[in-house]
T-cell receptor, first 113, second 112 residues
Framework: GESVGLHLPTLSVQEGDNSIINCAYSNSASDYFIWYKQESGKGPQFIID?????DKRQGQRVTVLLNKTVKHLSLQIAATQPGDSAVYFCAENEGGGADGLTFGKGTHLIIQP | DTEVTQTPKHLVMGMTNKKSLKCEQHMGHRAMYWYKQKAKKPPELMFVYSYEKLSINESVPSRFSPECPNSSLLNLHLHALQPEDSALYLC???????????FGPGTRLTVL
């Protein structure tokens, strides 16, 4: 079946460097995408979202890029800090309504001092 | 305020017990969700309530019974669970179509 997936299960970066987390999706009908951060023992925390009529959206220290041609989504974190250590999930809302989210497998971001 | 609260934080129950998980939000969101998350896995959708009516049941076993008493509350009633049902149970809410879902902290359930 169609699914949302991630390229790398673990990403290790030096503190202060930029991080890029990737996500591939296969459902061309999806029109809304979200990135969540999940710290150990906590629920997913909203980071940033993007709709399919956009290709880039920026937040505080984070940028999401959407390439619909190759069905690819990425999360860029600038000047990575120790507090950024977490598992990051991309998720898609296929129907755009209250249908629930389909999550990717997750990437564990590790910050090295 | 984007807070979704869940109680209890932790729950240990035997396979013959009956227990309930509770979720509450006061953001006026009319869609509420239950997800199940196993260790080192992404959340998986279980149920969707839209305007207090069950709109999606992702083929969840009947030992899980959701209930939405009003627009702010969502319950998950548990009965005769199996050890493999041990997981983090997450509640989420959403204000309208195509808006983001906000998650609660989850209930860590252990079935003995």
């Amino acid at each position: 079946g169609e699914s949302v997936g991630l390229h790398l299960p673990t990403l290790s970066v030096q503190e202060g460097d930029n991080s890029i987390i990737n996500c591939a999706y296969s459902n061309s009908a999806s029109d809304y995408f979200i990135w969540y951060k999940q710290e150990s023992g906590k629920g997913p925390q909203f980071i940033i979202d993007i709709r399919s009529n956009m290709d880039k959206r920026q937040g505080q220290r984070v940028t999401v890029l959407l390439n619909k041609t190759v069905k690819h989504l990425s999360l860029q974190i600038a000047a990575t800090q120790p507090g950024d250590s977490a598992v990051y999930f991309c998720a898609e809302n296929e129907g755009g309504g209250a249908d629930g989210l389909t999550f990717g497998k997750g990437t564990h971001l590790i910050i090295q001092p | 305020d984007t807070e979704v609260t869940q109680t209890p934080k932790h729950l240990v129950m035997g396979m013959t017990n009956k227990k309930s998980l509770k979720c509450e939000q006061h953001m006026g969101h009319r869609a509420m969700y239950w997800y199940k998350q196993k260790a080192k896995k992404p959340p998986e959708l279980m149920f969707v309530y839209s305007y207090e009516k069950l709109s999606i049941n992702e083929s969840v076993p009947s030992r899980f019974s959701p209930e939405c008493p009003n627009s702010s509350l969502l319950n998950l009633h548990l009965h005769a669970l199996q050890p493999e049902d041990s997981a983090l149970y997450l509640c989420a809410s959403q204000v309208s179509s195509a808006d983001t879902q906000y998650f609660g902290p989850g209930t860590r359930l252990t079935v003995l």
